[in-house]
C-alpha cells in the first residue's frame, strides 16, 4: 500500500515537473492529505506493528496480535469519519490539481466501510481458529491486515498504476492466507490454484493496462476518460481491446464465470476466515475496480464493456446457481462448497447493475444498485460463515447434513442462520435481501436489458430452491447416530465469545436493514463517482 501511494506521488511529481517545464506554473511539492489516506495507511501501520511484535511476544502470548491487529481495524474504520462528507483528493499532478491519483470520495468511503467492516468480522471469526487450528499467529494477521490495506487504497486509486497495485497488495496476503494451514494437502492445492489463476489474469490485465497507456498517453482516469473521448481512428482497435483485457483482472476477482473456477476448492481448502474474508472482502476488491475502470475511465466505450459485462453477469448467476442446486444434504456435500457456488451466483447479480450503466441515462443509480446489494451481501455473507464455523468445531467435514439438528442444539445461531439464508434468498423477513434484489432488478430494466431480467428472475428461483432446502435441514430433529460415525457431543459446546459476537453483529445489521431498507438504500446512493 505504501508503494503504491509513493508511485502515485512520484508520477505526480514528474508529471508536475513536465508540466513547468512547459511553462506551467505549479509547485512541485506534494501536498499530502492525511486525513483523506488514513484508512489504508492506518491499516498498514498495524500491519507493521505486527509483524514486529510478532518477533517479540513470546509463544503463549500470541494471542495478544490478534487483538492488535483488530485495534487497528477499529481505528482504520473511525478514521472514516471525518471524510465522510466532501470529497478529499490527494496526490494531484502540480499543473493540473483536478487531475489525482487517490480520491476519498462518498464512492471511496463506502467501499472502504464495506472492506474494514468485513476485515474486521474476519478478524473476530479467526481469533480461536488461529489459536485451535496453531495457525502462525504473526503471520496470519500481518497478512490480513496487509491484503485489507489494499483494498481499502483501491477504491480511492484514480490512475491505472495505483489500480493495479492496490490489487495486488489486496491479492498476495491472500493466497498465503489460503495456504496458511502447514501440512495441509487441501489448503496447499487450494492456495496454488488461486495464485496461478489470478497470476494469468493480472498478465491479461496488465497487457490491457499497457494498451490503454499507449492509446492514450496517460495513466490518470480522468485523462485516459477525455482521451478516449475522441480517440485516434488509428488506435481505436488498440483502444478497444485494452478496455476488454484490463476488464479481465477485476473480473477474476469478482468470481465472474469463466474466471470462477478456482472459487469452490479455495473457499473449502482454506481455513474458513479466510474462506468468508474472500467471499466478501475480496469481491468488494473486484467490483470496485470493475466500477471505478468503467464509470470513470471508459465511459465512452460503454459499447464495449456493457454488453461484456451483460453477459458476463448472465453466464455468471447461471453457472454458480445450477451448480449450487447440485449440493444436497443426502450425498454428504460441504456447506462451504454450497457457499462458494452461492457466492458466484451472488456475483452474477452483482454485475447486472454495473452491465447496466453503460445503457442507463442515470449511470448513477445503477451503480448505486450495486453497492446496495455488496452492503446486503457482505453482512449476510459472513453472518452465515460464522454459523458455518461454528458447525466446524463439532463436525470438521462441515456437510450441509452436519446441520440437521442444529435447532435443537442452538436454537439461537439456527434461526439466524435461518436468516441469513432467507436474506440471501430475498424472501420474508429477510427484507432487505428482496429490495436488494428488486433494485438489481430495475436497474436492469430500466436500462433497456430486459432479457439480463429474464435471465435474473429465473436464476433467482433457483436459487430458492437450494436456500430453502438448507435452512428446512436445520430445523429436523438430529438423527441419533450421525453417518460419518462422528460421537455426537454430550453436552452443548461453548460457543467462544468472537465468534459469538460475529454472528450478534451480522444479524443484528440484517434486522436492522430489513426494518428499515431505506437506509441502505439511501446510504448507497450517496456512493456516486
Request: charged content about 10%; glycine content about 8%; aromatic content about 8%.
Amino acid at each position: 500500500m505504501m508503494t503504491a501511494l509513493a508511485a502515485s506521488a512520484g508520477s505526480a511529481a514528474a508529471d508536475g515537473t513536465a508540466t513547468q517545464a512547459a511553462g506551467g506554473v505549479g509547485s512541485l511539492v506534494q501536498s499530502v492529505d492525511w486525513v483523506a489516506i488514513a484508512p489504508p495507511t492506518l491499516t498498514a501501520l498495524f500491519a507493521l506493528i505486527v509483524l514486529v511484535a510478532d518477533l517479540f511476544v513470546p509463544e503463549r502470548r500470541k494471542p495478544v496480535l490478534g487483538w492488535i491487529g483488530i485495534a487497528g481495524l477499529v481505528l482504520a474504520g473511525l478514521s472514516l469519519l471525518p471524510i465522510l462528507k466532501g470529497d478529499r483528493t490527494t496526490f494531484c499532478l502540480t499543473g493540473h490539481p483536478e487531475v489525482c491519483s487517490y480520491a476519498a470520495d462518498h464512492f471511496a468511503v463506502v467501499i472502504q466501510l464495506l472492506v474494514l467492516g468485513g476485515a474486521l468480522l474476519t478478524a473476530l471469526l479467526s481469533v480461536n481458529p488461529v489459536k485451535d487450528q496453531k495457525l502462525p499467529g504473526g503471520e496470519f494477521w500481518f497478512l490480513l491486515l496487509s491484503s485489507a490495506a489494499g483494498a481499502a487504497l483501491l477504491p480511492a486509486s484514480r490512475d491505472l498504476a495505483t489500480l493495479v497495485i492496490a490489487l495486488e497488495v489486496a491479492s498476495l496476503p491472500a493466497f498465503a492466507l489460503v495456504g496458511i494451514k502447514r501440512g495441509d494437502r487441501l489448503s496447499s492445492e487450494a492456495a496454488l490454484k488461486f495464485f496461478l489463476s489470478s497470476v494469468t489474469a493480472t498478465a491479461v490485465m496488465l497487457l490491457g493496462v499497457s494498451f490503454v497507456y499507449a492509446a492514450t498517453g496517460s495513466l490518470h482516469l480522468v485523462q485516459v476518460a477525455e482521451a478516449l473521448t475522441h480517440p485516434d481512428p488509428r488506435l481505436d482497435v488498440l483502444a478497444k481491446t485494452g478496455v476488454a483485457l484490463t476488464l479481465v483482472g477485476f473480473a477474476f476477482k469478482t468470481a465472474a464465470a469463466p474466471f470462477h473456477f478456482w472459487v469452490p476448492d479455495t473457499y473449502v481448502g482454506a481455513p474458513l476466515p479466510v474462506a468468508a474474508y474472500l467471499s466478501v472482502v475480496g469481491k468488494a476488491v473486484g467490483f470496485s475496480g470493475l466500477i471505478v475502470v468503467t464509470v470513470e475511465a471508459f465511459p465512452s466505450y460503454g459499447d464495449v464493456w456493457g454488453p461484456f459485462l451483460a453477459v458476463l453477469a448472465a453466464l455468471t448467476m447461471t453457472v454458480g446457481n445450477v451448480a449450487a442446486l447440485r449440493q444436497r444434504p443426502d450425498r454428504a456435500h460441504s456447506a462451504v462448497r454450497l457457499l462458494a457456488w452461492s457466492s458466484v451466483g451472488q456475483a452474477g447479480y452483482l454485475l447486472v447493475p454495473i452491465a447496466s450503466a453503460a445503457y442507463a441515462d442515470d449511470a448513477a443509480h445503477a451503480i448505486g444498485s450495486t453497492v446496495a446489494y455488496a452492503l446486503m451481501y457482505a453482512a449476510v455473507n459472513l453472518g452465515a460463515f460464522a454459523v458455518a464455523a461454528l458447525v466446524a468445531r463439532t463436525h470438521r467435514q462441515n456437510r450441509i447434513a452436519d446441520y440437521r439438528g442444529l435447532y435443537a442444539a442452538h436454537p439461537v445461531y439456527a434461526l439466524a442462520l435461518g436468516f441469513f439464508l432467507l436474506c440471501l434468498a430475498g424472501l420474508p423477513p429477510g427484507i432487505i435481501g428482496l429490495f436488494a434484489k428488486v433494485t438489481v432488478f430495475s436497474a436492469a430494466v430500466d436500462a433497456g436489458l430486459a432479457w439480463l431480467a429474464v435471465v435474473m428472475a429465473v436464476n433467482v428461483v433457483i436459487a430458492l430452491y437450494y436456500y430453502l432446502q438448507w435452512t428446512a435441514v436445520l430445523f429436523r430433529a438430529p438423527e441419533a447416530a450421525p453417518e460419518s460415525g462422528e460421537a455426537a457431543p454430550a453436552a452443548r459446546p461453548r460457543v467462544p465469545a468472537a465468534l459469538a459476537t460475529t454472528v450478534g453483529l451480522t444479524a443484528l445489521v440484517g434486522i436492522a436493514l430489513s426494518g428499515a431498507p431505506q437506509l441502505v438504500l439511501r446510504f448507497a446512493s450517496g456512493a456516486l463517482l
